[in-house]
């Protein structure tokens, strides 16, 4: 997905500076900010949630932090907030590669809230073995072109080198593949998201998304918050099945549960003995280390999650 933007936006993007990688992720009270040494084994130097304010615009902020932790030209990889664009499975017209994009741009009239001139398209395949039939699917991701600028400018004012704009969705599976031992990348993985009001579930194999889902789910965010272990089993299980039955695939070999002050503690014995899948706690300082002397904050962590994928994405050159 971010490969697409990425090549086309490229004439707007800053001369990068080598070294260090910023990750952003566009929420909708805030933005989370991961600075990531780059490299194999780079530590994060720097990870923040900005909180917006009514009297400092969103990139004055951005800015101000990118100046206090001189990272200037920094590159910077950028992730859509997942109430700004929608993800669409469909199936794609018989139009040879290059004119896919524009061809299935007018089969999404009817299928999105916002004029098809005013979009912003990208479309990235759906593994051939993720459906029983022969018929080829592809999702596509749809963004209001005025977000995706928005989101330009913001960069550039804040002194940052943007390389690319992702989703959630992609940006989650760099921190998950990046837990999952070589010999069990086959049998693939899933990621469970939990915000204020709803979670997200996304399952991943060999590097590719099969599934993603959200729903509504009982949960405020709060730090004294229990989940609800049984309504999020049944939606958990409800997505395994469409997976194993629908898609023809095995159970992967672990649920990753993070989200907002879901701590360790949070995930007990209702849920783990619900599922066939091993349940874990996202647990980030697994994914990549903090610099040395400093420390993890794990609810920190946990509401940045998505902005350490983006500085662990690999942004090809060209």
């Known amino acids: 997905m971010g490969d697409a933007f990425s090549a086309r936006l490229r004439g707007l993007f800053k001369q ?30 720097h990870m923040d949630f900005l909180r917006y304010q009514k009297t400092v615009s969103p990139a004055q902020l951005l800015k101000d932090w990118v100046a206090e932790k001189r990272l200037n030209n920094a590159d910077c990889n ?6 700004t664009y929608q993800i669409l499975l469909v199936e794609p017209p018989d139009v040879p590669a290059e004119e896919l994009r524009g061809a299935i741009r007018w089969r999404l009239k009817d299928l ?6 005013q ?5 990235f395949a759906l593994p051939a ?6 018929k080829k699917m592809v999702y596509v991701v749809v963004c209001e072109k005025k977000k995706i600028q928005a989101v330009v400018d913001l960069v550039g004012e804040a002194g940052l080198a943007l390389q690319s704009i992702d989703i959630g ?5 760099n921190v998950v593949l990046n837990l999952l031992p070589p010999d069990q990348a086959e049998r693939g993985v899933a990621l469970t998201r939990i915000r204020d009001g709803m979670a997200s579930v996304f399952i ?28 999020l089993a049944l939606e958990l299980q409800r997505s395994l099945d469409y997976y194993e039955r629908q898609m023809g695939q095995a159970p992967p070999v672990a649920i990753y549960v993070c989200g907002e002050h879901v ?26 280390p903090m610099a040395v002397n400093d420390e993890w904050d794990d609810q920190l962590a946990q509401r940045c999650v998505a902005a350490i994928g983006g500085s662990l994405r690999q942004v090809e050159a060209g």
């Open 129 to 134: 073995d993720g459906v029983r039939s022969n």
């Open 263 to 288: 701590s360790e503690d949070k995930i007990g014995n209702v849920l783990k003995a619900s599922l066939a899948p091993r349940i874990q706690w996202l647990n980030p300082s697994a994914v990549v």
């Open 204 to 231: 991943y194999r060999l590097g590719n998304l099969y599934l993603g889902r959200s729903f509504s789910l009982d949960y405020n965010g709060g730090l004294l918050d229990s989940l609800p272990e049984e309504a």
């Open 112 to 117: 999105v809230n916002i004029p098809v001139d």
């Open 119 to 123: 979009a912003a398209v990208d479309v």
């Open 169 to 173: 969705e992609l940006a989650l599976r």
């Open 78 to 83: 950028a992730v859509l907030g997942p109430d």
């Open 16 to 45: 990068r500076r080598k070294g260090v990688t910023v990750g952003l992720e566009l929420q909708s009270d805030g933005m989370a900010v991961v600075a990531r040494q780059t490299g194999e084994g780079g530590t994060v130097s």
